[in-house]
């Protein structure tokens, strides 16, 4: 099993960055293939950025392409999540996953509000 615990998230202006971390718990951490979702109000959850096992391939929304980095560094158990340039219409709760097979295991949520 695989507990996973965002941090990062806060209020910044617009053009800013912040930084999203993910830290988890379990011994095949390494296995997983993470991600990174995201909730605005009212809207459903949809998939920022993907990272296979290894980081060696990555997936990145057409809206984010350019301005988020995702990374994960597999001795320390974390997955990270650079935001540059980032946009009001960046807020939402931001979500990480970790998924194997059919498994998949989800964060609490850490906000992203971003002003304009």
């Known amino acids: 099993q695989v507990q996973l615990v965002e941090s990062g998230g806060g209020l910044v202006q617009a053009g800013g960055s912040l930084r999203l971390s993910c830290a988890a718990s379990g011994r ?9 979702f995201r909730q605005a109000p009212g809207k459903e959850r949809e998939l920022v950025a993907a990272c296979n096992w290894s980081g060696s391939n990555t997936y990145y929304a057409d809206s984010v392409k350019g301005r988020f980095t995702i990374s994960r560094d597999n001795a320390k158990n974390t997955v990270y999540l650079q935001m540059n340039s980032l946009k009001p219409e960046d807020t939402a709760v931001y979500y990480c996953n970790a998924a194997l097979g059919i498994t998949a295991y989800w964060g609490q949520g850490t906000q992203v509000t971003v002003s304009s």
Do not use: I, P
């Open 28 to 36: 095949t951490f390494s296995s997983y293939a993470l991600g990174w």
